[in-house]
């Protein structure tokens, strides 16, 4: 079992810069991977970056590449969403969430445990 508590959101102009973060609280934090999606008024929730157990690969939405970082810190079990160049369609509650899955996935279906989701928005 994986607790997972989200933080970092917020208001922030377009071309602004958050950076959100997921602590977890249970065991074998570094046997899971780790996502984040996002979900905006209205919309489906969409996967947005992943990485692996030992943070060596990640992956990204094509939407976010380039502008978002996702990393980990297996000491403090800790996941991190760094988010640069902000654009208001990024605006959305954004979801980390841990899976048992073996490799890094896109798929919502592939993690076990979401955590309650975070605000972040995007105004000028």
């Known amino acids: 079992q994986v607790q997972l508590v989200e933080s970092g959101g917020g208001s922030v102009q377009p071309g602004g810069s958050l950076r959100l973060s997921c602590a977890a609280s249970?065991?074998?934090?570094?046997?899971?991977?780790l996502g984040w999606f996002r979900q905006a008024p209205g919309k489906e929730r969409e996967f947005v970056a992943a990485v692996s157990r030992n943070g060596g690969t990640t992956l990204y939405a094509d939407s976010v590449k380039g502008r978002f970082t996702i990393s980990r810190d297996n000491a403090k079990n800790t996941v991190y969403l760094q988010m640069n160049s902000l654009k208001p369609e990024d605006t959305a509650v954004y979801y980390c969430a841990a899976g048992d899955t073996f490799l890094v996935s896109r798929r919502a279906s592939e993690y076990r445990y979401w955590g309650q989701g975070t605000q972040v928005t995007v105004s000028s």
């Open positions: 249970g065991r074998d934090f570094r046997t899971y991977v």
